[in-house]
């Protein structure tokens, strides 16, 4: 079967068909790949602010561990957003579609959200006025998980299938940079907007100006948007009924996606929904965890947030190339395995104690890690879309790999305060085990 035809009834093939290395190195080069990695800054900048970089500053103002665990829910507006995905997919914003396209003009509305957010953000002080904080930071969520719809509806659209690995490592490539941006960019700005005479106390002020100078980079997301090209769209039909909108819209993404897979479809989202669970768990700790070992900002910001993405850009640019000339299954299963055992160095950096070389050890396996699963991972969601329904499958399915680890990493902070770091980083990596096994009922499906 040709690899860019779409995949039949029942089938899970997602087989690449090897290319010589100077063609896929090619696919790098081309105008298409190069967009990703602007739109995937758009895209990967808005995360931390919300979340990492939130976590940060609230645990410098002296918010507690358990609150801030629990205040990784507002990430869950990623996990479900699946349910104004079909919204995304269908509706023609008035005005803003006309002059744009559907894609653009939910991506350029999007980046608004983010851009108002971003500033209500920069306005609060966690101290005084937390709630006010965190509902901002829900709007924000809001925004970029409608952005995030919107952008892989247009590069799934992009290009064909055989493409989706250059595109996917190249969008990750953007999206790490947008994250080293709104991680490292975040602190080092906050650092260097302190007050010397009031060094050791948290500064909000410092915070205010680090936020607005984020919510200003997102400028740079509009302006790709707007000189990017409408991908081109399956042609519709007539005018419909209310029942046929709610139809066509509503339950026939989902049914497809049923009907193509059968009872298969159940082991892909399984194995869809704890894939990324090591990660994500342990994640809502990380920087707490590098405060309480007595890590400065300019250590946090040049380890995790620079050397660190730079070693996850390579990773994302390893699963890409790898997963161009072998396939997914393989690229994730190794990914898997990779990513599951790096959370057991965080139990080992948890006993050694505050020292910057075994950071800088533990970031390089555990982002090299991440950047390979990710980067086979979002390949390998792209492969399971139907293009005429692109922007809800996807979501659907991004949004089930978040729900199940993001709820679970809400409680991070009452296990840590329970049972330590030690034996939280542990039990993060005994979560991959489930995964593994998954992985392998996949291939044997596959290979039936």
Not at 121 to 147: E, K, R, Y
Not at 320 to 342: D, F, Q
């Amino acid at each position: 079967m040709n690899s860019t035809e779409p995949t039949p009834p029942n089938s899970l093939s997602t087989g690449v068909t090897a290319r010589p290395w100077r063609e896929s190195l090619a696919w790098y080069l081309s105008g298409s790949s190069l967009r990703m990695i602007a739109l995937g800054f758009c895209a990967g900048l808005p995360l931390l602010l919300v979340l990492g970089t939130l976590g940060f500053r609230l645990r410098e103002a002296g918010i507690e561990r358990a609150t801030i665990g629990f205040l990784s829910w507002v990430g869950l507006a990623y996990a479900f957003k699946w349910a104004w995905a079909p919204l995304v997919d269908q509706v023609r914003l008035p005005w803003l579609s006309a002059f744009l396209g559907r894609r653009r003009a939910w991506l350029v509305l999007s980046q608004l959200v983010i851009i108002t957010g971003l500033l209500g953000m920069a306005l609060c002080d966690p101290n005084a006025h937390l709630t006010h904080l965190v509902l901002w930071a829900i709007w924000v969520a809001f925004g970029s998980a409608t952005q995030d719809i919107a952008l892989d509806a247009y590069r799934i659209e992009s290009e064909d299938m055989d493409h989706q690995a250059a595109l996917a490592s190249m969008y990750q490539t953007g999206y790490r940079l947008g994250m080293i941006w709104s991680g490292a960019g975040a602190l080092w700005i906050a650092a260097r907007a302190e007050s010397t005479a009031l060094l050791g106390q948290y500064q909000n002020s410092a915070w205010s100006i680090s936020y607005l100078v984020m919510s200003g980079s997102m400028l740079i997301g509009l302006a790709c948007v707007l000189l990017s090209n409408e991908p081109p769209l399956p042609a519709r039909g007539q005018a419909r009924t209310a029942k046929q909108w709610i139809q066509d819209v509503l339950v026939a993404p989902f049914a497809e996606f049923f009907a193509r897979f059968g009872w298969h479809a159940w082991v892909i989202l399984g194995l869809i929904g704890v894939y990324r669970i090591s990660d994500i768990v342990m994640g809502i700790m990380a920087n707490p965890f590098y405060i309480d070992m007595g890590y400065s900002k300019d250590e946090i910001a040049m380890v995790t947030k620079v050397f660190g993405v730079v070693m996850t850009l390579l990773g994302a640019f390893l699963g890409g190339l790898l997963s161009s000339r072998w396939g997914n299954m393989k690229v994730l299963m190794w990914g898997a395995i990779l990513s599951a055992a790096s959370n057991l160095l965080f139990a080992w950096l948890a006993g050694v104690g505050h020292s910057f070389w075994a950071l800088v050890c533990v970031i390089s396996v555990d982002n090299l890690s991440g950047g390979i699963a990710s980067a086979a991972f979002i390949a390998y969601l792209s492969s399971l879309t139907k293009i005429q329904y692109s922007a809800s499958q996807y979501a659907l399915l991004s949004s089930i790999m978040l729900l199940a680890p993001k709820w679970l990493a809400g409680f991070s902070g009452v296990v840590v305060d329970q049972f330590g770091y030690p034996l939280f980083f542990l039990s993060t990596a005994l979560m991959g085990l489930p995964v593994l096994i998954l992985i392998v009922w996949v291939q044997h499906i596959e290979s039936h």
